[in-house]
């Protein structure tokens, strides 16, 4: 059995292995999340077409007029609902997720539910 060297080669290896299986499309893009320790980040990406459509992080100046702190579940769950603010402006409704190779819980899965809550359809 062979070792990783890191907790982030780990999650990439993950990923990796996920993302085999899973792609975005126009119709149905895939909604990819990467954490931080002090930030999130979750971006609507084309794969076909090899581009992102919509992103948000807890950097931006939209969320920092509703949330100062950006690496807790309330930033994660401001950063779901703007997300979907903004996919749904742009007439998409129905998204594939990506969880990043992070485990469904905590931040992950409050961005999710928030993004499921602000009209998506994961």
Known sequence: MTQVASRGAARRKRHDRIRLTMAGTAGRPRLAVFRSLNHIYAQLIDDEAGRT????????????????????????????????EKARAQGIERVVFDRGGYQYHGRVKALADAARSGGLVL
């Open 53 to 84: 459509l919509v992103a948000v992080d807890s950097r931006s100046a939209g969320f920092r007029a509703r949330q100062t702190a950006g690496g807790n579940v309330a930033a994660a769950k401001v950063v779901g609902e703007l997300l979907a």
